[in-house]
């Protein structure tokens, strides 16, 4: 594993994080030393990767897991994204063009998109979900490998809810997105923040960690550099609010607390409340990017 910021090799601290969703199989992620990024150290590999995500519950490749917290999960996904949809409006400057969802998942974001006129595309690497977004959103739903067949500047907005931190292969992705996007074009990345007070509050049993499905773990300042090495530069942040709640259920459920619900929305609540004066200390947030104006 290289740092793919500034491509030195596993220098720096570590720390041993949990696989407390599935496997309980532990990792270390290494910080590297010359530019600050933290990533999981030897992940399992492309081909053994596919069992860690083998579970009922993983939200977004299931939509009929059942439990509290799912269901919550399920509204708050509606709510989030008549949210998304008019924050890529208002920042993209257009009411409808050309969008590609890399990661669709199940196509419910490409879906409201559609809804509301627009061109969309996906791209998804499990073969069931592209077959359920296709089905939802009769829309070209690609496999990463054709991502490359696709003609160059052809999207206005290019969108990864949560999916970059899952790559093997970050850079391409930049790569590749540098090229689909028009030139005024915009690039969405919503990401978890390991700098947030939730991450640094549960530490181990932060579900945001999420090995060894994430692999790369970025903070406002490493996505930022990780970002200017595309040529892209970010020009809004905004939070995701509700993914605090969620993420500090989930990791009071790591913890094995007694009423994880309760507290994490409670404990949730407070870091909410505490990062609105420092949107960058939110659990999750969404970077909007476009190219870098040469000088
Ligand atoms: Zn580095």
Known sequence: MICPVCDQEKIGERLEVTDHFLSLEKFELVKCACCGM???????????????????????????????????????RKFMLARKRKAIEKLSGLKSGYLLDIGCGTGHFLEEMSKYGWNVEGVEI??????QAALLTSANILDP?????????????????????????????????GRLLKPKGICVVALPNIHSFDAIHYGDFWAAYDVP???????????????????FSIFKIKPLPLDTLFISMMSEKHKKSRLPMLKGIFIGTWFQLKSIADIKRTSSLIYFLRHKIEE
């Not at 499990?126 to 077959?131: D, L, S, T």
């Open 213 to 231: 499905r994430h692999l790369w773990h970025f903070s406002p300042s490493t996505f930022e550099k990780f970002a200017a090495k595309y040529g």
């Open 38 to 76: 933290v990533y999981t150290d030897n992940p399992p590999s492309p081909a053994e990767i596919g069992k860690y995500y083998d579970s009922e519950g993983y939200l977004s490749h299931n939509d009929n897991a059942t439990g509290p917290i799912s269901v919550i999960y399920r509204e708050a």
């Open 145 to 177: 490998l054709e991502l490359t067949g696709l003609p160059s500047n052809s999207f206005d907005v290019i969108t990864l809810w949560h999916v970059l931190e899952h790559f093997h292969d970050p850079r391409n992705y930049m790569e590749e997105i």
């Open 126 to 131: 499990n073969e069931f979900a592209r077959k």
